[in-house]
T-cell receptor
Framework: GAVVSQHPSWVICKSGTSVKIECRSL??????MFWYRQFPKQSLMLMAT?????????EQGVEKDKFLINHASLTLSTLTVTSAHPEDSSFYIC????????????FGQGTRLTVV | GEDVEQSLFLSVREGDSSVINCTYT??????LYWYKQEPGAGLQLLTY?????DMKQDQRLTVLLNKKDKHLSLRIADTQTGDSAIYFC???????????FGTGTQLKVEL
C-alpha cells in the first residue's frame, strides 16, 4: 500500500516553544490530509482537514491559531503546535488519501510530542 | 454527530478466536473499516466491508455487518500473540471525507 511518513517520530520541547510536525505522502499525491490527536488509551480525535492550496478546516473546539496547518504541496502537510504547553503533550497522527483513487486513508506512524 | 462505540478490552488465549464488536450511528456510509494500532505506532488498515455486504472473509479475519442493528464485528481466528494491539472500527462521515473512530478495543493475547 501507499506510504505516509511523519517526522519526527517523537519530540520533546520546552513549554512556550513551537514544534512543527511533517506529514508526507511518499508515493502518491494527496489533495487532502487529516490530522488526528490521540490521548493515552483513547481513540483518535480528528483535529483538522488539510486541503492542498487552501485553508484547513478545523473541528469544533480546536484552536486554529494554536495548531497551524499548512498544505503547500500535494505531498506535504505540516502541523505546527505554537507556544506549546504540557497539556499539548499527545500522540499526533496524520493520514492522507490518494487523490487518484479509492477511499482508503493511509496513516503515518505518528509523532509523540512531550512538552516539559 | 456520529457516535462509534466499542468495548475497551478483550483478553483471549493464543489459538482461540477473538471477536471485537462495534456499534455506530451513521448508517449512510459506503464502507466501514477496521484498523490495528500497535504500541507507539500509527494505524494499519486491516480490512473493510461495503455497506451492502453482510460478511467479508479475509484469511483469519471475518467481518460481520448488521445494518439493521448498526453493528459491526471483527473475528480473528487462531489468535496469535502478534495480534495483541488496539483495534479501531471507523465510519466515514462528512460525505466520506472524514473518519470517525470507535473508542478502540485493546486485545491482549495470553499464552
Amino acid at each position: 500500500g501507499a506510504v505516509v511518513s511523519q517526522h519526527p517520530s517523537w519530540v520533546i520541547c520546552k513549554s512556550g516553544t513551537s514544534v512543527k510536525i511533517e506529514c508526507r505522502s511518499l508515493d502518491f499525491q494527496a489533495t487532502t490530509m487529516f490530522w488526528y490527536r490521540q490521548f493515552p488509551k483513547q481513540s483518535l480525535m480528528l483535529m483538522a482537514t488539510s486541503n492542498e492550496g487552501s485553508k484547513a478546516t478545523y473541528e469544533q473546539g480546536v484552536e486554529k491559531d494554536k495548531f497551524l496547518i499548512n498544505h503547500a504541496s500535494l505531498t506535504l502537510s505540516t502541523l505546527t503546535v505554537t507556544s506549546a504547553h504540557p497539556e499539548d503533550s499527545s500522540f499526533y497522527i496524520c493520514s492522507a488519501r490518494d487523490s487518484g483513487l479509492g477511499t482508503e486513508a493511509f496513516f503515518g506512524q505518528g509523532t509523540r510530542l512531550t512538552v516539559v | 454527530g456520529e457516535d462509534v462505540e466499542q468495548s475497551l478490552f478483550l483478553s483471549v488465549r493464543e489459538g482461540d478466536s477473538s471477536v471485537i464488536n462495534c456499534t455506530y450511528t451513521d448508517s449512510s456510509s459506503t464502507y466501514l473499516y477496521w484498523y490495528k494500532q500497535e504500541p507507539g505506532a500509527g494505524l494499519q488498515l486491516l480490512t473493510y466491508i461495503f455497506s451492502n455486504m453482510d460478511m467479508k472473509q479475509d484469511q483469519r479475519l471475518t467481518v460481520l455487518l448488521n445494518k439493521k442493528d448498526k453493528h459491526l464485528s471483527l473475528r480473528i481466528a487462531d489468535t496469535q500473540t502478534g495480534d495483541s494491539a488496539i483495534y479501531f472500527c471507523a465510519d466515514p462521515t462528512g460525505g466520506g471525507n472524514k473518519l470517525t473512530f470507535g473508542t478502540g478495543t485493546q486485545l491482549k493475547v495470553e499464552l
